[in-house]
């Protein structure tokens, strides 16, 4: 049902709810049965898909750590850092980590921490 999350960034509101309010956050969904589309705030979209206050911060959290991962590996990618294999000799790697180097993408820094 969510397609989407959009988040206008600390301090804006950007955004308009479906009922006019101005959002920081706005939750883009679609209506299978009816085929639209609804664009909404944090509370409309409770009053809307019936999910309670907490599930809708788990997913706001979610949303929050995507954002934080992406922006450290834009940075090591900016900066042209790269991991270096040999620093864990010995060590078992997973296969996706391993997949991600031979694409020249650095680990994240909780990836680096899970293999030493």
């Given at each position: ?64 750590t995507v954002h934080l ?39 994240l820094d909780k990836q ?5």
């Amino acid at each position: 049902m969510t397609k989407t999350i959009l988040d206008g960034g600390c301090g804006n509101r950007p955004f308009r709810c479906e009922c006019g309010m101005s959002l920081r956050y706005q939750y883009i969904v679609t209506h299978n049965k009816q085929n639209k589309t609804y664009k909404l705030g944090e509370t409309c979209l409770g009053n809307y898909t019936r999910l309670t206050p907490e599930i809708i911060r788990d997913i706001k959290k979610g949303f929050h750590t995507v954002h934080l991962e992406r922006d450290e590996l834009l940075l090591k990618i900016f900066r042209g850092e790269e991991t270096n294999i040999k620093e864990f000799a010995g060590i078992e790697i997973p296969q996706s980590y391993l997949e991600q180097i031979d694409h020249d993408i650095p680990l994240l820094d909780k990836q680096l921490k899970k293999t030493s």
